[in-house]
């Protein structure tokens, strides 16, 4: 579940990655991510010389071998073999969360023996106590918000009795889908053959680490050790009724009236959760409004949607200096004190406090002395390539380090998506990541998601850089899928640039927002422009086209680029810069070599 998103206004090019493995046989594409069934890219290969027909049983015959295939396609990735590189492994990764499970499935793809050190269990804060159980309770609130919601339900002709709710069923949905996942990625890392080794892992020097009282060596080694909870100072943490978001998601205890000091991502699906299932919620937010980290036109059209109507209220620009946790039948004592002036506020009294202040970096206990590396903030420094950095500014030689522990996007994709870039360049081909093309979500009822840059960052980039900035919207109650579903409530905001077309942010409000940010993604990824992604076809009536609607209406002044101008082949080349008398020389000799 994401805590904070820090975005630079600098965008790196991404370098693609090859569709095919062997050109000289297009007709068979290689698969890019098949990743949890352990499928490898070399099994694909068609270099190998032998016929079609031989080709088609041979396929058919690993297809109709299906039970073999985690086998086979480990051991064709070498994994089980020694390293040829004269270390233990080719790679070692300290920490199995989303980044170091997305990096240890990539790097098997790659022919690299992989291991992952792993102090806890598979999944990290993702899967055990963050973005996966988190889903599982908002999709609980998000159909009782619609039992609950009368007016709605009768729009449709139905009629539904008083909804309820059983709290520990709902909390065993949460625990038994964290279960689930982690059970899968554990599986998918031993269906391929990656060793997880069981331990805190320690970097003793270069290539070197140790985990329990083992010491291994490592061509590379990747740090993806995630994060934890940030709780400020004065505030007791119990557990019970002061508790952090590892907490909440147990769902222990639905309190009547519930504090949440923060109001970013973590602290608005909760907001979600525990409004749906009958608690008050009060916002306890440092910055002069809450959802400081959304772009503002859609942070206060989401405040009118999620906060306004429920049964929220907030206090803006303080700091909760002190949250006591309740004893002795007394309730949650929290002291407000003013943001700037550090002046006593006021005192609440609550039945629960819920920490969503963000997360912090989980770095102690790495080893990064041994390597003189210091941490900024707890963050581990690295370069735009996620090389770790030392105390001296230079690159520290085969260490990285990914995800939440080096600050850049704290998202687990985003985690995930640094781990494969760094494989990338491990395996000999250089790859830098574009964060500005990541999307980030916050599944509340409707969800709220974004790419690039909010429209003050763009500003503030174009008044630097020297180019304008226009804005495109569109509104859900303009859309049909949308009117089916009584679900008109949103918009999409178009930020871009009107000179040549390029995408700089796209901020949606509104049903299914998370799944519908993508293709902007791809778009900012990919170095689409506007005048050529608004001939794309949405198929209709879908949701997808508030998209379609929203870069139909901006407007570009450059024209479109489908039609690339042709170039001229080899051969036509050739002809032409050949002279006439030598041309016809060499197509005589090869006709005469051909008889």
């Given at each position: 579940?994401?805590?904070?998103?820090?975005?630079?206004?600098?965008?790196?090019?991404?370098?693609?990655r090859?569709?095919?493995?062997?050109?000289n046989?297009?007709?068979?594409?290689?698969?890019?991510?098949?990743r949890?069934?352990?499928l490898?890219?070399?099994a694909?290969?068609?270099?190998?010389?032998?016929?079609?027909?031989?080709?088609?049983?041979?396929?058919?015959?690993?297809?109709?071998k299906?039970?073999?295939?985690?086998k086979?396609?480990?051991?064709?990735?070498?994994?089980?073999?020694?390293?040829?590189?004269?270390?233990?492994?080719?790679?070692?990764?300290?920490g199995?969360g989303v980044?170091?499970?997305?990096?240890?499935?990539?790097a098997?793809?790659?022919?690299?023996?992989?291991?992952?050190?792993?102090?806890?269990?598979?999944?990290?804060?993702?899967?055990?106590?963050?973005?996966?159980?988190?889903?599982?309770l908002?999709?609980?609130?998000?159909?009782?918000?619609e039992?609950?919601?009368?007016?709605?339900m009768?729009?449709?002709?139905?009629?539904?009795?008083?909804?309820?709710?059983?709290?520990q069923?709902?909390?065993?949905?949460?625990?038994?889908?964290?279960?689930?996942?982690?059970s899968n990625?554990t599986?998918?890392?031993k269906?391929?053959?990656?060793?997880?080794?069981?331990?805190?892992?320690?970097?003793?020097?270069?290539?070197?680490?140790?985990?329990?009282?083992k010491?291994?060596?490592a061509?590379?080694?990747?740090?993806?050790?995630?994060?934890?909870?940030?709780?400020?100072?004065?505030?007791?943490?119990?557990?019970?009724?002061?508790?952090?978001?590892?907490?909440?998601?147990?769902?222990?205890?639905?309190?009547?009236?519930?504090?949440i000091?923060?109001?970013?991502?973590?602290?608005?699906?909760?907001?979600?959760?525990?409004?749906a299932?009958?608690?008050?919620?009060?916002?306890?937010?440092?910055l002069?409004?809450?959802m400081?980290?959304?772009?503002?036109?859609?942070g206060?059209?989401?405040?009118?949607?999620?906060?306004?109507?429920?049964?929220?209220d907030?206090?803006?620009?303080?700091f909760?200096?002190?949250?006591?946790?309740?004893?002795?039948?007394?309730p949650?004592?929290?002291?407000?004190?003013?943001?700037?002036?550090?002046?006593?506020?006021e005192t609440?009294?609550?039945?629960?406090?819920?920490?969503?202040?963000g997360?912090?970096?989980?770095?102690?206990?790495?080893?990064?002395?041994?390597?003189n590396?210091?941490t900024?903030?707890?963050f581990?420094?690295?370069?735009?390539?996620?090389?770790v950095i030392?105390?001296?500014?230079?690159?520290?030689?085969?260490?990285?380090?990914?995800?939440?522990?080096?600050?850049?996007?704290?998202?687990a994709?985003?985690?995930?998506a640094?781990?494969?870039?760094?494989?990338e360049?491990?395996?000999?081909?250089?790859?830098?990541?574009?964060?500005?093309?990541?999307?980030?979500?916050?599944?509340?009822?409707?969800?709220?998601?974004?790419?690039?840059?909010?429209?003050?960052?763009?500003?503030?980039?174009?008044?630097?850089?020297?180019?304008?900035?226009?804005?495109?919207?569109?509104s859900?109650?303009?859309?049909t899928?949308?009117?089916?579903?009584?679900?008109?409530?949103?918009?999409?905001?178009?930020?871009?640039?009107?000179?040549?077309?390029?995408?700089?942010g796209?901020?949606?409000?509104?049903?299914?927002?998370a799944?519908?940010?993508?293709?902007?993604?791809?778009?900012?990824?990919?170095?689409?422009?506007?005048?050529?992604?608004?001939?794309?076809?949405?198929?209709?009536?879908?949701?997808?086209?508030?998209?379609?609607?929203?870069?139909?209406?901006?407007?570009?002044?450059?024209?479109?680029?489908l039609?690339?101008?042709?170039?001229?082949?080899?051969?036509?080349?050739?002809l032409k810069?050949t002279?006439l008398?030598?041309?016809?020389?060499?197509l005589?000799f090869?006709?005469?070599?051909?008889?």
């Amino acid at each position: 579940m994401p805590s904070a998103i820090s975005l630079s206004v600098s965008s790196p090019s991404t370098i693609a990655r090859s569709v095919l493995t062997n050109t000289n046989d297009a007709c068979f594409p290689t698969p890019r991510s098949l990743r949890f069934c352990g499928l490898r890219r070399d099994a694909f290969d068609m270099s190998v010389s032998f016929d079609a027909a031989s080709s088609r049983i041979a396929r058919l015959d690993l297809h109709s071998k299906h039970s073999n295939f985690t086998k086979v396609f480990a051991a064709l990735g070498g994994n089980g073999a020694p390293s040829s590189s004269g270390f233990d492994y080719d790679l070692v990764i300290i920490g199995a969360g989303v980044g170091g499970h997305g990096a240890a499935l990539h790097a098997v793809e790659k022919g690299l023996k992989t291991a992952i050190v792993e102090g806890d269990v598979v999944g990290g804060t993702c899967v055990n106590r963050g973005c996966v159980p988190s889903k599982a309770l908002l999709a609980v609130s998000g159909r009782m918000r619609e039992l609950q919601n009368e007016h709605h339900m009768k729009s449709f002709g139905l009629q539904v009795a008083a909804a309820g709710y059983d709290r520990q069923a709902v909390a065993d949905h949460a625990s038994n889908l964290a279960s689930k996942i982690r059970s899968n990625l554990t599986n998918s890392l031993k269906a391929i053959g990656v060793d997880i080794l069981t331990g805190v892992g320690t970097i003793l020097g270069p290539q070197k680490l140790k985990f329990g009282d083992k010491t291994i060596t490592a061509k590379d080694i990747i740090i993806a050790t995630g994060s934890v909870p940030l709780v400020p100072k004065g505030i007791e943490v119990d557990g019970k009724t002061v508790i952090t978001s590892d907490h909440a998601l147990k769902l222990e205890s639905v309190p009547q009236w519930i504090a949440i000091v923060g109001s970013g991502y973590i602290g608005l699906e909760f907001s979600d959760v525990y409004t749906a299932l009958g608690s008050e919620v009060t916002f306890i937010e440092a910055l002069d409004q809450i959802m400081p980290g959304f772009d503002p036109e859609i942070g206060k059209l989401a405040q009118r949607v999620l906060v306004n109507p429920r049964k929220i209220d907030s206090y803006t620009g303080v700091f909760a200096s002190k949250i006591t946790p309740a004893k002795d039948g007394k309730p949650v004592q929290i002291e407000l004190i003013d943001a700037k002036t550090k002046e006593p506020k006021e005192t609440l009294e609550v039945d629960a406090a819920l920490i969503a202040t963000g997360r912090a970096p989980f770095t102690q206990g790495l080893g990064l002395e041994n390597i003189n590396v210091q941490t900024q903030r707890g963050f581990v420094p690295v370069d735009e390539r996620m090389r770790v950095i030392d105390a001296n500014g230079k690159l520290v030689p085969h260490l990285y380090c990914i995800g939440d522990a080096n600050g850049k996007m704290m998202l687990a994709h985003a985690a995930s998506a640094q781990g494969i870039s760094v494989i990338e360049q491990v395996s000999g081909k250089d790859h830098v990541l574009n964060h500005l093309s990541i999307p980030a979500a916050c599944f509340t009822h409707p969800e709220i998601s974004m790419v690039g840059l909010t429209e003050p960052q763009a500003r503030e980039k174009a008044e630097k850089e020297g180019f304008e900035v226009s804005i495109a919207k569109t509104s859900f109650k303009a859309n049909t899928k949308a009117l089916a579903e009584n679900e008109g409530e949103g918009m999409a905001k178009l930020i871009y640039r009107p000179d040549n077309g390029e995408i700089l942010g796209v901020h949606i409000f509104g049903l299914h927002a998370a799944d519908l940010i993508h293709e902007a993604s791809n778009a900012i990824a990919l170095g689409t422009r506007i005048q050529d992604i608004k001939y794309a076809v949405h198929a209709h009536p879908t949701l997808s086209e508030v998209l379609d609607e929203l870069f139909k209406s901006a407007k570009v002044k450059r024209k479109p680029s489908l039609t690339p101008e042709p170039k001229p082949s080899l051969i036509l080349q050739w002809l032409k810069s050949t002279p006439l008398k030598q041309l016809l020389s060499q197509l005589q000799f090869k006709f005469l070599e051909v008889l």
